[in-house]
Structures are given as structure tokens and as C-alpha cells.
């Protein structure tokens, strides 16, 4: 699944806000990455129940403590994944949504949430969480 994610080409945005992705909404699509991607306020997905987001990051991936991402419009966790090559840390209380394809470590911090799958090639670690299948 990694792999896969990883192959897609012909993104709908490249580096889009440079790595800072909080307070905006995103429409379905391939968006890529060659940085790390933070997540310092809440973000949107916005799309169909059977719309697809995925997210290709070649560094890491960082959630605030007690963001959100927040789907919308019908959008569905199972349609929602994030491939990242750096580690990744979902912030305490943060509420995240999707499958995360990470090559190293995902950490998710005290009471953070999660609509969606940790697969990690290394170590998922958890801390009084709570994830729900999509």
C-alpha cells in the first residue's frame, strides 16, 4: 500500500502551502510534498462519499495538540490516506482521519483519536487512544 501510494504521479498540488496545511480545505486529489506537512490548526477535507485523498510527504507529518481534521461534504476516512516517509506524531487530544502508510514511527500522543488505520513499517506507538476502523 506504500508503494503504491508512493507511485502515484500527476499531482493536483505540489508543496502546497509550503508544508503548512492548518486552516484550509482540500478537495479531493494527489497532493505531494518534499518537505515535512504540519497540521497547527484544524483542516478540511471536502468531497463525496466516494472521493479519494491522497497525500504523498517525503518528510514528516505533525499534528497540534487538539486539531482536527475534519471531513466534510460526505467525505469517508476508508478513502483518506497519507503516505509519509519521515515519522509521524498525532498531537495529545488531536482528532485524526485516514489510513497513515508511514515508513518509520507513527506516534500517537495521549487521547488522540484517529477514523482510520496506523500501518507503519517500524513501530506504532499509543498512549490512551482511541481508533476507529474506517
Known sequence: ????????????????????IGGLTLRPGLYKWNTAVSISTDVTL???????????????????????????GGAQAKNVFWQVAGGVA??????????????????????????????AQTAVTLQQNSVTLP
Open 1 to 20: 500500500a506504500y508503494t503504491d501510494a508512493a507511485g502515484r504521479t500527476l499531482p493536483s498540488a505540489v508543496d502546497l502551502g509550503a508544508g503548512h
Open 46 to 72: 471536502s468531497g463525496g462519499p466516494n472521493d479519494v485523498w491522497i497525500f504523498q510527504i517525503a518528510g514528516t507529518l505533525t499534528q497540534a495538540s487538539a486539531k482536527k481534521v475534519i471531513l466534510a
Open 90 to 119: 498525532i498531537g495529545t487530544t488531536a482528532h485524526f482521519a485516514g489510513t497513515i502508510l508511514g515508513k518509520t514511527l507513527i506516534a500517537m500522543k495521549t487521547g488522540a483519536s484517529t477514523n482510520g488505520r496506523l500501518l
